[in-house]
């Protein structure tokens, strides 16, 4: 719902120099008192669920997804019977497939997805991870041959292989049947595989283009289990796997929505169970206290496995979620948590010095629309994440480049909303401007030959600036309900949980708690976070965080406030479980002087 008209608290210039609108508009807001009614429901879940676009009859199927009912026939996928028969005569006939995953999350989900199902069928699949420095995305010839010489007979992709056309025409031609199962944008003629089950290819018309790679997989392996059923065999139980897709689901950022709300729902209740060593073994690894939820896994499972593919064994991630064996997983795990670890020193410097590089761009000016920041010290594994970081910290998007000897190098950039960064991109590669690149609206990566960082970074501010000038003009915080620190409590939040999981597509509710004071704040933490205590003015507080603070107009304005006024305080809100012991806990996004 469009409530961007209408202040929220009359916060027109918060410290953060945005606005707070209110996320419903009138109709919205008479939708959300009848859905409360009918339904016997809290107004603020109501509220939630209105500004998210449900519609009274909807109320209750939005609370309660299964994937049964929103689920549609694997069939509807373009190349699905082709892969589905392809893939039952190799476990028929017990041949040796091979697999080819991306490094990522969705890809290690994907990868485990297959390895688990078709050992569940008595094969034993060939795995490779590239390698991301060295082979970079997708399959290449060397690794292709190395999996046929080791007697692989069928080759699938996952989570890539949909533009890798010349290694896949490679592996045809030397006689190895491919099938790929991915979800990335199809660009140009399609790899000369005997299937290519990808809901966003040009032909597809199924509406699954939200999916990622490892929910792809799963419906293919729907598919290929009643296909076996028919045969008379007796496939292994696959939904007892969804909790792979529900990390790949979370991780990838799609869209919470239909389906895809209901894989993490129900994957998220078998993780509760411990039935996969790998998941149970991370969540160890990251002193996870209390159940998995979806903000573990996308804030301390996903990045342990992804450390992996950025900085050290591109294939652990895949073995930890395949293996059955809690010994195996608890040492991945324990390599995954040290190499995360190793991760996070090396991101921290990375981001120090593009802070003070973009710092000094933009001085006390308004600076580039887009940020282009590079050096030869970043590990290339960790751009994505500098960019991302620039972007929250400059509220524009980024482009982090780590540099090579010769002055080239390979970057990543991140968006804002609004910002189709991955068209300017591509635009940027038919023109010549940059070597490689690609992506979607909101990310993009990028390589480039020496001499042209400059030229790029020009086409940036050409392609994007009267984009980016106009959303930053617009900066808002969208808020669904204003309540206080007692009001905040497990009950309430319970009830909230219910709308969830929380992420993209499906916004986490933006709170906010009017006129409470600050009784107390300090920076904890390497990340140099902001703890504080918010108080009402009936006595009732509440613990806050923010995070990565210290430093910002945010962090300042709380470590001053202590003894100061009230202050209008706007964020998320989540349980806290530790020791135990569960809590309320306020996660701060902004603040604002209350106006007259």
Known sequence: MDGSERLFLNVSNSITDRRWTDRLNDAGSRTAMAMAQRHAIPEILARILAARGVELDETEAFLAPTIRELMPDPSVLVGMEQAVERLAGAILSGEKVALFGDYDVDGACSSALMVRFLGGCGLEPLVHIPDRIVEGYGPNIPAIDALIDAGATLLVTLDCGTTSVAALTHAVERGIDVVVIDHHLAHGDLPPALAVVNPNRADDLSGLGHLCAAGVTFMVLAGLARHLRKTGASPPDLMAMVDLVALATICDVVPLKGLNRAFVRRGIEIMHRGDNAGIVALAMAARISGPVSAYHLG????????????????????KLLATAHEHEAFEIAQRLNELNAERQTIERRAVEEAVAVADAEIGDGEGPAVLVVASPDWHPGVVGLVAARLRERFGRPAFAVAQ?????????????????????????????????????????????????????????????????????????????????????????????????????????????????????????????????????????????????????????????????????????????????????????????????
């Open 299 to 318: 804030y301390l499972i996903g990045p342990r496995i992804n450390a992996g593919g950025r900085i050290g064994d591109a294939s652990a991630g895949a």
């Open 404 to 596: 090579n000897s010769a002055g080239g190098g390979t970057g990543s950039g991140r968006s804002i909303p609004g910002v189709d960064l991955g068209a300017a991109v591509l635009a940027a590669v038919d023109d010549g401007t940059i070597e490689k690149g690609g992506g979607h609206a909101m990310a993009a990566g990028i390589s480039l030959n020496p001499d042209q960082l400059g030229p790029f970074r020009a086409a940036m501010q050409t392609a994007l600036g009267a984009q980016v000038a106009e959303k930053m003009k617009l900066r808002s915080i969208a808020i669904d309900a204003a309540l206080t620190a007692r009001s905040l409590n497990i009950d309430l939040l319970t009830e909230m949980e219910r709308a969830g999981p929380f992420g993209a597509g499906n916004s986490t509710p933006v709170l906010a708690l009017p006129a409470h004071t600050v009784s107390y704040a300090k920076v904890v933490g390497k990340g140099g976070h902001v703890s504080a205590t918010l108080r009402a003015g009936d006595g009732a507080s509440i613990r806050a965080i923010a995070f990565g603070a210290a430093d910002t107009p945010l962090g300042h304005a709380l470590l001053e406030a202590p003894g100061g006024p009230p202050l209008h305080v706007c964020g998320t809100a989540s349980i806290n479980v530790w020791q135990g012991r569960s809590e309320a806990q306020f996660r701060v996004l902004d603040v604002a002087k209350p106006q007259p």
